[in-house]
T-cell receptor, first 115, second 115 residues
Framework: GNSVTQMEGPVTLSEEAFLTINCTYT??????LFWYVQYPGEGLQLLLK?????DKGSNKGFEATYRKETTSFHLEKGSVQVSDSAVYFC??????????????FGKGTHLIIQP | KAGVTQTPRYLIKTRGQQVTLSCSPISGHRSVSWYQQTPGQGLQFLFE???????NKGNFPGRFSGRQFSNSRSEMNVSTLELGDSALYLC??????????????FGSGTQLSVL
C-alpha cells in the first residue's frame, strides 16, 4: 500500500535559518506528491506539489523535488520567518482504478520559528 | 467565493451515542472527501462522495458512514461512538475530475470529543 514517513518534530529554528523537513514515501506506480500546511485554527492548505519524477514544486520560498530514485520529497526553505510556524504535512495521491485514491499523509512536522 | 464550511466547529458526545457532521463544499464543487486527524494516527482518508454516490473508501469500520445531497453538501455519521473516535474531522471539496493532481480545498474541521 501507500505510506509516507516524515520527521515529526517539533522542529525549532531561529528566524532566517535554513529549513529542511525530510519526507520519504512508499507507493506503487507514479503518485503525485504534495506538501500541505496547517496554521493554528485553520484547515489544511496546499503549499506545493510535484506530479512526476524530477519535478520541483515551489511556493512562498519553499521548494521540494520529486526524487523517484530515493523515494523522497524533502521540503526546504532558505530563510524561514516567524510566520512560517505551522504544521507541515507531506502527502501522496495515487491512481485507483480509473480515478484517484484519497490522499495518504505523513504524521506532520510541527515547525516553530523563534524571532 | 465562500470556502468549505464545516459545522459544528466543536462537539462533545459520550460513548455509545451517534453524531452527524456537516460539510458544505465550495460552490460548483461536486466532490467531498472526509479525513480523520488524531495525534496518534495522523490524517487518514475516510471516504469520498461524488454526485451523491460514494466513490472511494478508506479503511474504517462500518460505524463511519456518509452521504451527499443533490446540492453537493455532505454529512458524515459516526454511530456507537468510542473514545478513540475523538478527533478533528476535516472535509475537502474539489471539482471531482478524478485526477490525482486536482486541488483539494479543506475546511477548518469539526473537533469531536467523546467522553
Amino acid at each position: 500500500g501507500n505510506s509516507v514517513t516524515q520527521m515529526e518534530g517539533p522542529v525549532t529554528l531561529s528566524e532566517e535559518a535554513f529549513l529542511t523537513i525530510n519526507c520519504t514515501y512508499t507507493a506503487t506506480g507514479y503518485p503525485s506528491l504534495f506538501w500541505y500546511v496547517q496554521y493554528p485554527g485553520e484547515g489544511l492548505q496546499l503549499l506545493l506539489k510535484a506530479t512526476k519524477a524530477d519535478d520541483k514544486g515551489s511556493n512562498k520560498g519553499f521548494e521540494a523535488t520529486y526524487r523517484k530514485e530515493t523515494t523522497s520529497f524533502h521540503l526546504e526553505k532558505g530563510s524561514v520567518q516567524v510566520s512560517d510556524s505551522a504544521v507541515y504535512f507531506c502527502a501522496l495521491r495515487n491512481k485507483l482504478g480509473g480515478g484517484a485514491d484519497g490522499l495518504t499523509f505523513g504524521k506532520g512536522t510541527h515547525l516553530i520559528i523563534q524571532p | 467565493k465562500a470556502g468549505v464550511t464545516q459545522t459544528p466547529r466543536y462537539l462533545i458526545k459520550t460513548r455509545g451515542q451517534q453524531v452527524t457532521l456537516s460539510c458544505s463544499p465550495i460552490s460548483g464543487h461536486r466532490s467531498v472527501s472526509w479525513y480523520q486527524q488524531t495525534p496518534g494516527q495522523g490524517l487518514q482518508f475516510l471516504f469520498e462522495y461524488f454526485s451523491e454516490t460514494q466513490r472511494n473508501k478508506g479503511n474504517f469500520p462500518g460505524r463511519f458512514s456518509g452521504r451527499q445531497f443533490s446540492n453537493s453538501r455532505s454529512e458524515m455519521n459516526v454511530s456507537t461512538l468510542e473514545l478513540g473516535d475523538s478527533a478533528l474531522y476535516l472535509c475537502a471539496s474539489s471539482l471531482g475530475d478524478r485526477d490525482i493532481n486536482e486541488k483539494l480545498f479543506f475546511g477548518s474541521g469539526t473537533q469531536l470529543s467523546v467522553l
